[in-house]
């Protein structure tokens, strides 16, 4: 399998304007996670899917953030408008199980945003 | 709210010499899980501890759970320089099915 698939992995863009993040989970996942990390605050989750349907949004900031999953195997995070402190580097990851459950967190490569 | 300490969150350390992170956390859990990170790449899993006592070893990494203390522990023997990077461990709470809360990680430098 070749793990979990994000696209873009660098993204710069300018206040104002819209941000797309692509993620492809691991086949036969049932569970999706966007994370954003940062220095700051470390990693944080954002909203995770199970089965396609949102069920934990609660660590989206804003919003300006919105996630949806159309299918098994896409899901977008978009940040309109973007700001400079939504730099950061966002994962994705899937898994088997529920957060907490019995099988581990599979990441993505991450998407590196800059907002300038 | 689940917080997860851990510690040291700076450790600089020489090839050969042994050392433990230290991953404490603030409500009962079952379910804990390290991951490491390399600069400017991705989380890769390590280890998944279900259970009081479990302990699991890779290598020169060992890691253990005791429910009771509520702490993690995770075991660096010998270390070598490749074995530098940032460890995180996630704790999962709600009985399995509801959350993950990671801790700030532990930056380790391994020096020849």
């Known amino acids: 399998d070749a793990g979990v698939i994000q696209s873009p992995r660098h993204e710069v863009t300018e206040m104002g304007q819209e941000v797309t993040l692509r993620c492809k989970p691991i086949?036969?996942?049932?569970?999706l996670f966007w994370y954003r990390q940062t220095m700051m605050r470390g990693l944080e989750l954002l909203i995770y899917?199970?089965?396609?349907?949102?069920?934990?949004d609660s660590g989206m900031p804003e919003d300006r953030f919105s996630a949806k999953m159309p299918n098994a195997s896409f899901s977008t995070l978009k940040i309109q408008p973007s700001e400079p402190r939504d730099s950061a580097v966002y994962f994705c990851?899937?898994?088997?199980?529920?957060?907490?459950?019995?099988?581990?967190?599979?990441f993505g490569p991450g998407t590196r945003l800059t907002v300038l | 709210e689940l917080k997860v300490e851990q510690n040291p969150l700076f450790l600089s350390m020489q090839e050969g010499k042994n050392y433990t992170i230290y991953c404490n956390y603030s409500?009962?859990?079952?379910?804990l899980y390290w991951y490491r990170q390399d600069p400017g790449k991705s989380l890769e899993s390590l280890f998944v501890?279900?259970?009081n006592g479990a302990v699991k070893q890779e290598g020169r990494l060992m890691a253990s759970l005791d429910t009771k203390a509520r702490l993690s522990t995770l075991h660096i023997t010998a270390a070598v320089h490749d074995l530098s990077a940032t460890y995180f461990c996630?704790?999962?709470w709600g009985g399995g099915a509801d959350g993950l809360t990671f801790g700030k990680g532990t930056h380790l430098i391994i020096q020849p």
């Open positions: 996630a704790v999962g």
């Open positions: 409500t009962t859990s079952d379910r």
């Open positions: 990851a899937s898994s088997l199980t529920p957060p907490g459950g019995t099988d581990t967190q599979y």
């Open positions: 899917f199970n089965n396609n349907v949102p069920i934990d």
């Open positions: 501890l279900l259970s």
């Open positions: 086949s036969g996942h049932d569970y």
